[in-house]
């Protein structure tokens, strides 16, 4: 059974850290490349950080130079290491292949607001 659970989302302060994690299963993991995808209330699903296989990043100009992202091929999870957070970044935080393929998981909330 194909099956995508984010976690680590939370409330933060603006200029805060979160680190978000995504686990895989029921896929050939190691052989896709992965994204993270966020959406904002009343609007749509953007892309924001995707990482291929042999593990070469892409990042939205938005979080450029704050977010990372990462995989662990071994344990089929990816990560997203979010530092230097803005209110703008509020959203549900979800994982999927880099063209989504996969049913959508129930994403993670990230809150940042004083």
């Known amino acids: 059974q194909v099956q995508l659970v984010e976690s680590g989302g939370g409330l933060v302060q603006p200029g805060g850290s979160l680190r978000l994690s995504c686990a895989a299963s029921?896929?050939?993991?190691?052989?896709?490349?992965m994204g993270w995808y966020r959406q904002a209330a009343g609007n749509q699903r953007d892309l924001v950080a995707a990482i291929t296989r042999g593990g070469i990043t892409t990042y939205s100009d938005s979080v450029k130079g704050r977010f990372t992202i990462s995989r662990d091929n071994a344990k089929n999870t990816v990560s997203l290491q979010m530092n230097s957070l803005k209110p703008e970044d509020t959203a549900v935080y979800y994982c999927?292949?880099?063209?989504?393929?996969?049913?959508w998981g129930q994403g993670t909330q990230v809150t940042v607001s004083s």
């Open positions: 029921g896929i050939g993991f190691s052989i896709v490349k």
């Open positions: 999927n292949t880099f063209n989504p393929s996969l049913p």
